[in-house]
């Protein structure tokens, strides 16, 4: 069994590595030292972490006012109330007024489990996407996040990324080069684009090698990109495959599914399938139980595909 | 101040122990709760369940019945063990807790288990929706009362100091809110973390009626409770002094506590602390 990573490890030593070279790299938590893990980042550099208490509203307000003092403060707290909670003060003091703050939501999709509704965060890509001036970037494995962060730092303006703490194994080759606003295309194929974010990535590419046995062959995009959106990716896998699964750990209204739908419809219309959580607060459960439950599994996705696959011919 | 109803003082205390137990239990078999601020809530939790609030487990839904809202929606597993002993929901159930498609869930959900008012989790909604609650009643002229219990560092959320506004504002002395004063949160101590004292302070000039209480104290508790509406025309805060982790003595006041879930070890001299305290005897009453 490939080795399983906790993408969150990743982001850490990203952020800690380029505080070490640019000062004007800071840290901003809601009590949320040990969840989005820069206890060490606070033991090197204890100026630049700055602990508002239990308190979202003022983190994204007062990291505003660090990127305009110049700045760059990197919001670090759990998904669910760093976007729910404070989604104006995204819209307006950091999106609107064009504030360098870089958003890290920790723990997204259903990787609280048990905890529930309230801590799931499944809404947090379609809030920040439709935000104007917004970049949301969801990494898929460590490689990826560390390359993520990076980006994010040197990017001038407002980002979003989600740190994923389900675990999943390394989906890219050492030499991957990840860029804000393209898709990387993980296999090739010209039956059907499986579009993916995140954990789900590893899960779309499994779903490809299940295809294969149905005489399937599936395009696989890591879609690491939600805002701006690859566009010309979408194009291309419209064109060539004539039909697109998109899988995410969020719900199916208004995410990757529903961004990549829109291009679909301006651009190339084909059969689509979009797979996430249906639209439902979830029942109790863990993470992975959830994920099984709503389908977001290897299984699930090939299952998808193959019928959207029969349904074209 | 009432004559203390020692036997009463004394069944209270067993009945805590009984439920730090059960609790325990519950979190050790899921794997997964916030067993510090539990145990740091449960004796206020006892207090309220079993000699002040109104409720009737066989009509959760009584329209005349006293609110009772758990802000700190963490400590779900104190109260859904509370609930259980009350009578809401069966004993058994609890060993449901946060099992695929139970109604336990980590956090409390109003639409699934009887006796929840308001679905909390994410920290600072409880007073603002308890404010709500307190108006209604204020417009019906009712006199069933509302309480809410809210962390310490939950305090540090900006909506606690906007519903304080409007509570003192509406003249809701019919509400109480109780703040669970525990010096803890998730990761340090509140005063590490975002100073809150001088907290009594805060709350008089928000124009409140302030007590303040040894939250692990029956009599004190019993007490205090009795004396409500502290001041008629202002809303009622009580201030209970208490430690996380109470009962057990490697957890009480160690923040590692707030969400760690016990090694068979710990367990176990967990378990034989509180069978020290009587909390065998506790399912018995
Ligand atoms: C809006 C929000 N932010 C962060 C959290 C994560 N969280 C859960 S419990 C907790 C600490 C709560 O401390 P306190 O209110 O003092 O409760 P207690 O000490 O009684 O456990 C935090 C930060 C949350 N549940 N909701
Ligand atoms: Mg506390």
Known sequence: MAQLYDCRDAFAAALEEIATNDLRICAVVNDSVGSSKVANFGKRFPDRLINVGIAEQTMVGLAAGLANSGKIPFVCAASPFLTGRALEQIKADVAYADANVKLAGMSPGLAYGELGPTHHSIEDLAWTRSIANMTVIVPADPLETDQAIRAAAEHHGPVFLRIGRMPVPMVHDDDHRFEIGKAACLRDGRDITLIAAGTMVSRALQAADLLVAEGVQARVLNMATIRPLDTDAVLAAAVETGGIVTVEEHTIYGGLGGAVAEAVVVKHLVPMRILGVPGIFAPTGSAEWLLEHFGLTAQGIRDAALELVQAKV | ?285
């Not at chain 2, 600072?124 to 069933?144: E, M, N, T």
């Not at chain 2, 923040?255 to 001299?269: D, G, I, L, M, T």
């Open chain 2, 1 to 285: 101040m009432r004559l203390v109803d020692t036997q009463h003082v004394e069944r209270l205390r067993t009945l805590a122990t009984a439920i730090r137990r059960r609790d325990l239990q519950m979190v050790y078999d899921a794997k997964l709760g916030h067993i510090g601020g539990d145990f740091s809530d449960i004796d206020i939790l006892v207090a309220l369940y079993f000699s002040v609030l109104r409720v009737d487990p066989n009509k959760p839904n009584n329209p005349d019945r006293d609110r009772f809202i758990l802000s700190k929606g963490h400590s779900a597993g104190a109260l859904y063990t509370t609930l259980a002993y009350r009578g809401f929901i069966p004993l058994d159930e609890l060993n449901t807790f946060a099992q695929p498609l139970s109604r336990l869930n980590g956090h409390p959900d109003r639409k699934k288990v009887p006796g929840v008012e308001t679905n909390t989790g994410p920290l600072g909604h409880g007073l603002p929706v308890a404010v709500g609650c307190a108006v209604a009643a204020k417009i019906d002229g009712a006199a069933w009362r509302t309480f809410v219990l809210t962390g310490d560092g939950e305090l540090q959320e900006g909506s606690n100091w906007e519903a304080a506004l409007s509570a003192a504002h509406y003249k809701l002395d019919n509400l109480t809110v109780i703040i669970d004063r525990n010096g803890l949160q998730q990761g340090d101590f509140t005063e590490r973390t975002m100073h809150l004292d001088p907290l009594a302070e805060k709350w008089r000039a928000f124009g409140w009626s302030v007590r303040e209480v040894n939250g692990h104290d029956y009599a004190a508790l019993l007490d205090v409770f009795d004396q409500l509406p502290f001041e008629w025309g202002r809303p009622n805060c009580i201030i209970a002094h208490t430690h996380k982790g109470q009962g057990v003595s490697f957890m009480r006041d160690r923040p590692a506590w707030h969400h760690r879930v016990p090694n068979a070890e710990e367990y176990a001299q967990a378990l034989q602390e509180l069978d020290a305290q009587g909390g065998e005897h506790g399912s018995a009453l």
